[in-house]
């Protein structure tokens, strides 16, 4: 009797287990995101186009699923969709771990790392001694077109001892090399972080090699910039046109530590003019000055050496702000979907304005497509559409007052709603009840920014579902919203509803994605 009952229990514990297995048998690995065929993944590294392929390097743990041990992960691809795993591109060498860094290639071999036929490609990162905590930065480099990186035998590039009069710590917060040559000066540019210093400093080089400090830009030099972002890192920096205008002005991105919108690091991006020396930024404003008002967007990066023929600035940033918490249990952080980044000048104020990539479009199927069509109170659009991976694009326009809401990953009592609000303009996505919030105490909540209403009164949503996150595209890009979530793998539904008055839907578009 009572080894039957064992038996019993047993049965129906393995019987739990398996459900809970089933549950999770994916372990929520996403559709057409990129994350790690196992452990871990911080921020993209180095991210540069060679010839056709795209090369995404990044923070990786390969031996354990928390951060540690940290190298340069390596994967390629050649839509920015479908994803090769490559092995460790830099390792971690003589307890060196090789912490982020930016890519570029050397067309005049002025590193002399390479031949004059066949120039290297050239990847700079920051060199972590995890004995004495000391960060210095230190240069790899590949002649067979990135596929494989062998460490410059003269590192570190920039020792601790000649960053110790610019960082008041004496170099053990000095990371994340931005580099790039700088044509008008005939010189190599580096950008580098000082975390809890809240800098950047600027260092010039001739030969990528040997490097001199020409500058700092200190938070206190950028009119407007809001005291309470913090803890500057991983810097990027490149030339955008600003479309209503014929100019070009130089932007910096950056991933502030604390004092974003959602709270926690968050992306920001400044514009400003620069010699080759100096960065003078122009006064920010703190309407525009974040990239996005979710919680998972950090570490930006944008791939370097993208042929003039395309044209596009494209960015990536890791979705994770939780470390190791998250419920996956095979892989940990994800890169989220690559976007281009494009600035335009709307009146007096100037917006960054983000989109995903086109490609997108070649691995989707229409699942539903309405035109023209009023929706009231009480009606419920969408509920016969199932997905967990979609791109849902909707043009409406809303009476005074009203609120239109398009619920994802719906099932049982869950559900990721986005929102839009007339009355405060305001663009939300509320994970309160989106599934598992229970392994992060910052895994919940209701994340919002500001979306104006274009001159017709009509609001553009492009809303990218995948198996564990959500990101959302107000307007033409202007209001970001980036989210891990983590439903059961049942609750796949939709709707879309509105309360307080009716909507006016000029089309509403559902593409499931499948690779
Ligand atoms: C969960 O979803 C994935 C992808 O849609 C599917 O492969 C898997 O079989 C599903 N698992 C369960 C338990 O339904
Ligand atoms: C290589 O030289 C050309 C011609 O002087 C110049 O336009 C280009 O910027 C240089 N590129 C690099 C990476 O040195
Ligand atoms: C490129 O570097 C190699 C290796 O140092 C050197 O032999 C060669 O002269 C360089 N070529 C040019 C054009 O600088
Ligand atoms: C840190 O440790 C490394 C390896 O032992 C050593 O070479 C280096 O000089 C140390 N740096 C400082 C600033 O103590
Ligand atoms: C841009 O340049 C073109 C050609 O020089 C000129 O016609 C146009 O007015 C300029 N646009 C602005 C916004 O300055
Ligand atoms: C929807 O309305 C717009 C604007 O009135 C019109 O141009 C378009 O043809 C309509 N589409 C359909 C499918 O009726
Ligand atoms: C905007 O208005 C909606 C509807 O009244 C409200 O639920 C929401 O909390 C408001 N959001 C903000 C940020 O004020």
């Known amino acids: 009797m009572i080894s039957l009952r064992i038996a019993l229990a047993i049965n129906a514990l393995s019987y739990i287990c ?48 928390v951060w540690g041990n940290e190298c340069w992960g390596h994967a390629t691809s050649s839509d920015l969709l479908h994803w090769d795993h490559l092995p460790v591109a830099i390792p971690v060498e003589n307890g060196i771990e090789s912490f982020t860094g930016t890519s ?54 920039i020792s601790a001892a000649l960053e110790a009069p610019h960082d008041v710590t004496g170099g053990l917060e000095s990371r994340d090399p931005k580099v790039f040559f700088h044509e008008p000066s005939g010189k190599w540019v580096m950008v580098l972080a000082h975390g809890g210093q809240d800098k950047l400093t600027f260092w010039t080089s001739l030969d990528a090699k040997s490097w001199t400090w020409m500058s700092d830009l200190l938070a206190s030099q950028i009119e407007g910039f809001p005291s309470s972002i913090t803890g500057w890192e991983v810097p990027d920096m490149f030339q955008l046109p600003i479309q209503g205008t014929n100019e070009t002005t130089w932007v910096i991105i950056f991933t502030p530590a604390q004092g974003s919108p959602a709270g926690g690091n968050g992306v920001v991006a400044l514009t400003g003019s620069f010699d080759g ?22 570490g930006a990066m944008s791939w370097e050496n993208v042929p003039a023929s395309d044209g596009r ?35 007096s104020k100037q917006y960054f304005l983000q989109q995903p990539i086109a490609e997108l479009s070649t ?45 994802v990953r719906k099932g049982g009592s869950e559900q990721t709603v986005i929102r839009y609000s007339q009355s405060n303009s305001t663009l939300s996505v509320d994970r309160t009840a989106s599934g598992d919030i229970s392994y992060d105490p910052a895994a919940g909540g209701i994340h919002s920014a500001q979306l104006a209403r274009d001159n017709t009164e009509l609001v553009y949503l492009r809303v990218l579902v995948d198996t564990c996150s959500v990101e959302v595209f107000g307007g033409q890009g202007e209001a970001v919203i980036s989210d891990l979530i983590f439903p059961s793998n049942s609750s796949d539904g939709l709707s879309l509803e509105v309360i307080g008055g009716t909507a006016t839907l000029q089309s509403v578009e559902v593409f499931s994605v499948s690779l």
Request: charged share 15%; aromatic share 12%; proline share 6%.
């Open 313 to 347: 600035l494209i960015i990536a940033a890791v979705m994770n702000s939780y470390g190791s918490n998250p419920p996956t249990n095979t892989w940990k952080g994800m890169l989220s979907f690559p976007r281009t980044l494009t600035l335009e000048k709307i009146g």
């Open 363 to 407: 691995v989707d199927s229409t699942l539903a497509s309405i035109q023209n069509q009023t929706i009231a109170p009480k009606q419920t659009l969408l509920s016969s559409i199932h997905g967990s991976s979609l791109d849902v694009r909707i043009a409406f326009s809303v009476d005074s007052g009203a609120t239109l809401s398009l619920a």
């Open 104 to 157: 570029y290639y050397d067309a005049n071999n002025t590193s002399r790392l390479g031949t004059s036929t066949n120039p290297p490609y050239l990847a700079f990162f920051t060199g972590y001694t995890s004995s004495n905590g000391t960060q210095d930065q230190r240069l790899a480099y590949s002649t067979d077109l990135g596929t494989t990186w062998l460490k410059f035998s003269g590192n570190p590039i």
């Open 277 to 298: 020396e100096t960065f003078l930024a122009d006064p920010v404003d703190s309407s525009t000055l974040w990239l996005d008002y979710g919680r998972d967007f950090d």
């Open 18 to 65: 398996a459900l809970v297995e089933l549950a999770v048998a994916d372990d929520y690995r996403p559709t057409f995101h990129f994350c790690p065929a196992e452990n871990w993944m911080n921020e993209p590294n180095g991210l540069i186009k060679i010839d056709s392929t795209w090369h995404l390097f990044y923070q990786a743990d390969p031996t354990a699923n």
